[in-house]
């Protein structure tokens, strides 16, 4: 069979492991409802186990674990096959690495539903648990098996940029079988599909055939396009806590040497390809097509992690007229390119297997493009009152901003971001989109140690300095403006001195005004921001000086809109650099209905972005060549130009002016019920997946008694993440409870969510850092694996804890490898956080280092030797690769 995949896919994806533990609880089902305790270790190498009668029509939730990590080790493994009454539908290998394995199995005929364990020569049965539950559907029917004749399915018509669903459902449940094209599952775009990966093994066993492993895990989507008129689709897949690459991606029917087939489907895709360095490249989270009426279309999904969510968008076609259409586009292409970028890391920058660690050059580089472009442009529309839909996205890259500073040696109380060039415009910017994204969307409080530190190192900058400095060096062209930097270290002098009342930050701000009032633009990028810096800090004030530099700027703008980089009317246009002129005009009070210089700007600026959603031109003047500096300064113009649906937050740090009421997670979106569906899987899925600000304590009570009390995986697992995007500081001890919880699914997603509130709630943070510090010692190992899982990325606001260190450290002795293999991989990042505290730095060398003299264990070795080199690779030699 050809499905043609990509050369990544061929290479393959490591498919992560999820499962659960049946209960009863919130959801009784009439089969089987009490999860069975299979034998004691030590039992016969093959044994059946009767599930329970399924019938089609109906979905079931099975899982088998293993109840006791301990006994799983070395070379240990046992294969689960579960089987329905017409044979095997799914099995995967248990072993130290992955220690369960969940399902969603949709019968294919009535009978029996078996799990059978067979064990290699030598091996003995270790304790096995498993369940077999009913899907709870609310008296609704699943679709039924894939039949290739195209069915024409009802379907209300798309919103813009709203998933939109078929009026059944809202949601769709995948299920197996569903792993080739032939038996895809059938849904309706728009249709939000939950699923589970765990026939792919979270790392393949020693006695498996490994590259064989590398090609399992594929999930197969068909539907049939019902729109009135062609329309751009984003296909966007989202998982919790991500850790290896995963892709989604498009096909159609066709054929393959004179047989039916399915085929790649490509119209409608974005041009920019990103750079090939990566373990598996051409693999990607997000994709855009477009879909015709009438169309059937396929969808392949590669999640590889133990929980995922595929959500579908449609917009019309770009380019536009509506300058608004042409922000809402724009602005979720934007973040999700970059969302995708960092979901497989170019530079060996994510791993392929999760039995290696990640590569800390690359682990610690900011990533300006996909990181900070992206939020600055996606923040800015937000800010000016565009609904933040992507919130997955979003969440990620800013989570990723929040955890990336480390401390300057011999500095107290200074940070600034390794691995880059650019360090001075990079820690003046990070303050700001923090406050942007706190104040829009989180409302939180600002993070504590966050901003003052990078303040510290632009003081350390501005330190008797005289004169304004000159550009700064970004490894490529274009070198970084000094008038960015100087808009944005006074933006965030102001917003210090505004928060604490020091007059320090005052007199530091004021002291950038006096050095680049003065300073001449060299330019079209100088210009464009020195327009940008007097309109930030005083429109009004400097409006005499603003008049000139907007003579100077219209004197190099061309007759089609476009603006060069040197003051030279006859060199090529930049896009970047014409979006960026229309932004700073904006900001300076020019309209393009009174302004035609203006008007022709942003009438080209219009005309340019691409069907995909991007504005991607001419790479002229750019090292990199990516659509995230073009875009997100299109996004910011159009949208400051032309105001979104809502009322914009006032925000001194971006522009002056504004109303007051802020949008938040929620607006755009569909508001979180009052009252979870306790009979419907799917659309209980749906609601939790509505939760982001936080709810009412009526509604947060169901949502834990979900994640304490179901007998569904799915739904267990989506309840920890609904508390962990709210943050619920009341919900650590029930996710304390879930990080035992017999599926990975669910321990990840438990280990996240603890994750996000002890670092955005610093009042809990202390009661939930001991609670963790006991869930690390606990006697049921389950509990540590998940508490371990905890410190697998981003947990910088953890790491004041001299207690919680000792407790991590003392897993390097643990009984089960996975556990050893998850504190080593959290001491080498704790160590670049805390580089500037000499005892703590050799307290992690050394741990590691002994653990690495006694252990047998070959997964484990190598996560030693691979953490001791991150740790030892201080001296980085990144830069000599550039």
């Keep these: 069979m050809s499905l043609l995949v990509p050369c990544a896919i061929l290479g393959a994806l490591c498919f992560m492991g999820a499962i659960q533990f049946g209960r009863s609880g919130l959801f009784i089902g009439n089969v089987e409802a009490r999860p069975h305790g299979v034998g004691r270790a030590g039992a016969a190498r093959s044994q059946e186990i009767k599930l329970g009668e399924a019938r089609p029509g109906s979905l079931y939730a099975v899982t088998v674990w293993v109840k006791d990590a301990v006994q799983a080790q070395g070379k240990d493994a046992v294969r689960a096959t579960v089987a329905d009454a017409s044979g095997a539908v799914a099995e995967k290998w248990l072993h130290s690495a992955d220690l369960d394995f969940y399902l969603t199995l949709r019968p294919r005929a009535r009978g029996p539903v078996t799990a059978t364990l067979s064990a290699p020569e030598g091996t003995k049965l270790p304790d096995i648990g498993v369940a077999f539950k009913p899907v709870p559907m609310g008296g609704a029917r699943p679709e039924p098996l894939a039949a290739h004749p195209t069915e024409s399915v009802e379907r209300r018509s798309a919103g813009n940029r709203q998933p939109t669903a078929d009026n059944r459902s809202p949601a769709v449940i995948a299920a197996q079988p569903n792993s080739t094209w032939e038996t895809a599952q059938r849904f309706e775009f728009g249709q939000t599909i939950y699923g589970s990966a765990d026939e792919r093994p979270y790392a393949p066993a020693p006695t498996e055939d490994a590259y064989a492993a590398m090609f399992k895990g594929f999930q197969w989507f068909r539907f049939i396009f019902h729109g009135a008129e062609p329309r751009l689709a984003y296909f966007v897949l989202n998982v919790t806590d991500r850790d290896v690459p995963l892709d989604v991606d498009i096909f159609q029917p066709g054929e393959y040497n004179g047989k039916a087939d399915v085929v790649p489907y490509n119209d409608g895709e974005f041009i920019y390809q990103i750079e090939a360095t990566q373990n598996y490249p051409g693999l990607y989270k997000f994709r855009t097509r477009i879909l015709r009426p009438g169309d059937t279309y396929y969808v392949r999904v590669d999640a590889n992690h133990p929980a995922w969510q595929l959500h579908t968008y449609d917009y019309p076609i770009p380019p536009y007229k509506d300058p608004r259409q042409a922000v809402g586009t724009g602005m979720d292409f934007l973040v999700n390119m970059g969302d995708t970028w960092l979901s497989n890391t170019p530079r060996r920058g994510s791993v392929a297997l999760r039995t290696s660690m990640a590569y800390s050059e690359t682990h610690l580089c900011i990533a300006c493009h996909p990181t900070q472009f992206t939020t600055r442009g996606y923040l800015t529309a937000v800010h000016n009152g565009y609904p933040p839909i992507q919130r997955p996205a979003i969440e990620f890259l800013a989570d990723r901003i929040y955890n990336n500073a480390r401390p300057l040696y011999g500095e107290p109380d200074t940070n600034w971001v390794r691995v880059i060039y650019s360090a001075r415009t990079v820690a003046s910017r990070l303050p700001l989109l923090a406050d942007m994204f706190e104040k829009n969307i989180t409302h939180d409080p600002p993070r504590p140690k966050f901003a003052v530190p990078y303040a510290n190192f632009l003081k350390i900058h501005y330190r008797d300095v005289k004169t304004m400095p000159g550009n700064e060096t970004d490894g490529c062209e274009p070198e970084v403006s000094p008038f960015e930097i100087a808009t944005q270290s006074w933006q965030t002098f102001d917003m210090l001195y505004r928060e604490t009342g020091d007059k320090q930050w005052a007199g530091e701000r004021d002291n950038v005004e006096r050095l680049a009032v003065p300073y001449k633009p060299e330019n079209m990028i100088d210009l464009n921001w020195k327009i940008h810096f007097l309109a930030t800090i005083g429109r009004e004030r400097y409006s005499k000086e603003l008049d000139a530099l907007i003579d100077q700027l219209y004197s190099y703008e061309r007759p089609d809109g476009m603006w060069p980089y040197p003051f030279d009317k006859q060199a090529r246009p930049a896009d970047f650099i014409s979006y960026h002129a229309i932004l700073a005009l904006a900001l300076a009070g020019r ?292």
């Design 591 to 882: 309209r393009p209905e009174t302004d035609e210089h203006l008007a022709r700007a942003v009438d080209a600026c219009l005309k340019a972005q691409r069907p995909e959603g991007s504005w991607e031109g001419d790479p002229v003047y750019q090292g990199f060549n990516t659509p995230f500096r073009a875009t997100q300064f299109a996004v910011m113009a159009l949208s400051t130009l032309y105001r979104g649906p809502r009322e914009p937050t006032f925000i001194t740090t971006l522009a002056p002016g504004g109303p007051t009421e802020p949008p938040g997670w929620n607006a755009g979106s569909p508001y979180p019920p009052t009252k979870l569906a306790a009979n419907n899987l799917p659309r209980l899925l749906d609601q939790l997946d509505r939760f982001w600000d936080l709810a009412p304590e009526p509604a947060l009570r169901q949502i834990r008694n979900v994640l304490l009390t179901s007998d569904q995986p799915l739904a267990r697992e989506a309840a920890a993440r609904a508390l962990g995007h709210m943050a619920d500081p009341s919900s650590i001890a029930p996710l304390i409870t879930a990080l035992g919880d017999s599926s990975k699914m669910v321990q990840s997603a438990a280990a996240w969510a603890l994750r996000m509130i002890l670092s955005r709630r610093q009042d809990a943070a202390p009661r939930g850092r001991a609670l963790l510090a006991a869930a690390l010692r606990s006697p049921d190992a389950r509990r540590r694996w998940g508490a371990t899982r905890l410190f697998n990325q981003h947990f910088k606001y953890l790491t004041d804890d001299p207690e919680l260190l000792r407790a991590l450290t003392e897993r390097l002795n643990d009984p089960v490898p996975s556990v050893r293999f998850q504190a080593a991989s959290g001491l080498w990042r704790w160590y670049y956080w805390k580089a500037d505290d000499r005892d703590e730095r050799a307290a992690i060398l050394e741990a590691l280092a002994t653990r690495l003299n006694t252990e047998t264990d070959g997964m484990v070795r190598r996560g030693l030797h691979e953490s001791i080199y991150d740790v030892l690779d201080e001296n980085t030699g990144y830069m000599e690769a550039w």
